[in-house]
């Protein structure tokens, strides 16, 4: 396959998709999809064995790489090893993060603040640092990064949603700089997603989902393949003119919060 091919020309058997975060919720089912779709790819998660039980559940075209994406000289370890061993990467999502408890700001140390904040923004940066260049330099692709829909309105979530948003910001700036570079780069901004990000271990698996439900329009959670469908569409050629967005996949969460003080939505 010569240089000047884009990455569009590419068949779907020749491409590596990464995927940060790849292990679980909506990162694995993106995995799923675009292994379904005949892509390789490639799992990023500090979550090894996780992710090396789906890598072999998907057989040969997936590849699992315990990694710490906070780690920026082990992240682009990995992506010289990518590099090396298996097809371009046409397709990176950055799905790895961790949850936020909602907290006064006067219990709140910077110290646990920034915690929360790297490991979305930081962790972003370094992701689409480490393998958008080298995607630019080989003829383009696509990133996904992950938003929320904290990301439009933070409430009174300290570190998430600044940082959540901040990702939408820092989307729109890479879209700008790789843009003549064939390098396409979009959020997705999930509202509630039924993954254990939901239920982390400090809430011990115990989370009154009632206002959650009350805030989303459609009336449940969105299932992580629905999130994953968005993120294919975003990967895929049909978003060639789509670049610098964050495209709210919510459930209706964003157009229905103007309603909340005056009660529930239309049966
Ligand atoms: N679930 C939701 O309701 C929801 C809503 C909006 C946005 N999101 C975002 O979607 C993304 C994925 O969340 P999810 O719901 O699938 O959660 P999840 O907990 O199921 O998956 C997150 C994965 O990221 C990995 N990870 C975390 N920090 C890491 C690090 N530093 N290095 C490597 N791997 C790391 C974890 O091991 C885990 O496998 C996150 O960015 C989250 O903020 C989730």
Redesign the pocket.
Known sequence: MSEEHTAAERTVAERTVVV??????????TVRRMAAEGAHVAI????MA??TALAEELGPKAAAFA?????EAAVQAIERTIADSLPPVTGVV??????DIPRAIEDYPAADWERVVD??LK?TYITCRAFGGPMAVRGGGAIVN?????SFRSGPVLA?GPA?TAISSLTESLAVHWARRGVRVNA???????????R?PERKGERDLTPILRATPLGR??K?EE?AAVIGFLLSPTAAIITGVTLPCDGGVIAGSGWGPYGGFPA
């Open positions: 940060t975060g790849g292990a679980s919720g909506i990162g694995a089912a990023l998660d500090r979550n996780l992710a990694a710490d994406i906070l780690d950055a799905c790895a993060g961790i949850p490991s979305h962790g992950i938003a929320s829909v904290l998430y959540k997705v901004a999930p509202g509630w997603t039924d993954t254990p990000f939901l982390p959670l969105i992580p999130v």
